[in-house]
T-cell receptor, first 113, second 116 residues
Framework: GENVEQHPSTLSVQEGDSAVIKCTYS??????FPWYKQELGKGPQLIID?????GEKKDQRIAVTLNKTAKHFSLHITETQPEDSAVYFC????????????FGTGTRLLVSP | GAVVSQHPSRVICKSGTSVKIECRSL??????MFWYRQFPKKSLMLMAT?????????EQGVEKDKFLINHASLTLSTLTVTSAHPEDSSFYIC????????????FGPGTRLTVL
């Protein structure tokens, strides 16, 4: 089955810096890769996703890149703000049938003012 | 759009009692809903996949008689933790998938269950 690894487990940056979180997956048939932000005591919130037919997607300060050959994808946050502090999860799935997401282990991002 | 609610947000119960958690898609129909469990500082663990009008599919190691799932309509799925014990204490989160698609999952806010 699919296995998703995520690094780093914790990431501390200064406000205004960029943050990069990386994930690798094992199932070459996976073709849907969402990223979720989870604040303490809340459910995950979808922040961006990418499908295997594109290599990069951007939404304001957030971007995701996908390298299908290497089976890895990354989340890039530019101009970080304290409110970006949260736990970020990557996930992967085959976009067929019942979409079962396999989650990474999470990255705790701390943005210091 | 794509809002998912859960009720209750927090519940404390005595050991041996049963607890029901509701998951609702508020502004869309969901043929498929998912139930996850999350331990402190850990990732989400899929418990079961719930499809409207049919029996839920449970992940390996999840007791179906312990965690009863009902998906009676396109906007509501329920998880009942039967005869709860302290080890069942956890954060339970549901997600819903837009009807008739294999698209994005939208997550609820979670339910914190504490069993005394």
């Amino acid at each position: 089955g699919e296995n998703v690894e995520q690094h780093p487990s914790t990431l501390s940056v200064q406000e205004g810096d960029s943050a990069v979180i990386k994930c690798t997956y094992s199932d070459s048939a996976s073709n849907y890769f969402p990223w979720y932000k989870q604040e303490l005591g809340k459910g995950p919130q979808l922040i961006i996703d990418i499908r295997s037919n594109v290599g990069e997607k951007k939404d304001q300060r957030i971007a995701v890149t996908l390298n299908k050959t290497a089976k890895h994808f990354s989340l890039h946050i530019t101009e970080t703000q304290p409110e970006d502090s949260a736990v970020y999860f990557c996930a992967a799935s085959r976009n067929t049938g019942f979409q079962k997401l396999v989650f990474g282990t999470g990255t705790r991002l701390l943005v210091s003012p | 759009g794509a809002v998912v609610s859960q009720h209750p947000s927090r519940v404390i119960c005595k050991s041996g009692t049963s607890v029901k958690i509701e998951c609702r898609s508020l502004d869309f129909q969901a043929t498929t809903m998912f139930w996850y469990r999350q331990f402190p500082k850990k990732s989400l663990m899929l418990m079961a996949t719930s499809n409207e009008g049919s029996k839920a599919t449970y992940e390996q190691g999840v007791e179906k008689d312990k965690f009863l799932i009902n998906h009676a309509s396109l906007t509501l799925s329920t998880l009942t933790v039967t005869s709860a014990h302290p080890e069942d204490s956890s954060f339970y989160i549901c997600s819903a998938q837009l009807a008739y698609t294999t698209d994005t999952q939208y997550f609820g806010p979670g339910t914190r269950l504490t069993v005394l």
